[in-house]
Nanobody
Framework: QVQLVESGGGLVQAGGSLRLSCAAS????????MAWFRQAPGKEREFVSA????????YYADSVKGRFTISRDNAGNTVYLQMDSLKPEDTAVYYC??????????????????WGQGTQVTVSS
């Protein structure tokens, strides 16, 4: 089992920045790919960004490309999401997820094995 704990959410004005963190514990190893999803009220959970364990490739949703940056520490147990130039439409609960194995840009949420509890991000206009 892998446990994921997110932190770093909050309230920010449009144009501001936030940095989310996700710490993995338990049966972690270097073969875990990690991702961020988000869910706004009344909407389905959507992919935001991911990093592949095998080659370090990163993926982004078109809506956040150029504004968000995903990274992970050398041990591979913590993943970060730097969010810049935030917009009101970025308001959502952000979830960290992990999958044993490789992922690609279109790997669906259902393919991820572990999920965090979520952290709220609110961007005011």
């Amino acid at each position: 089992q892998v446990q994921l704990v997110e932190s770093g959410g909050g309230l920010v004005q449009a144009g501001g920045s936030l940095r989310l963190s996700c710490a993995a514990s338990g049966r972690t190893d270097n073969k875990i790919s990690m991702a961020w999803f988000r869910q706004a009220p009344g909407k389905e959970r959507e992919f935001v960004s991911a990093v592949n364990w095998s080659n370090g490739l990163t993926y982004y949703a078109d809506s956040v490309k150029g504004r968000f940056t995903i990274s992970r520490d050398n041990a591979g147990n913590t993943v970060y999401l730097q969010m810049d130039s935030l917009k009101p439409e970025d308001t959502a609960v952000y979830y960290c997820s992990a999958r044993r194995g490789v992922i690609i840009r279109t790997t669906p949420a259902g393919a991820y094995d572990y999920w965090g509890q979520g952290t709220q991000v609110t961007v005011s206009s």
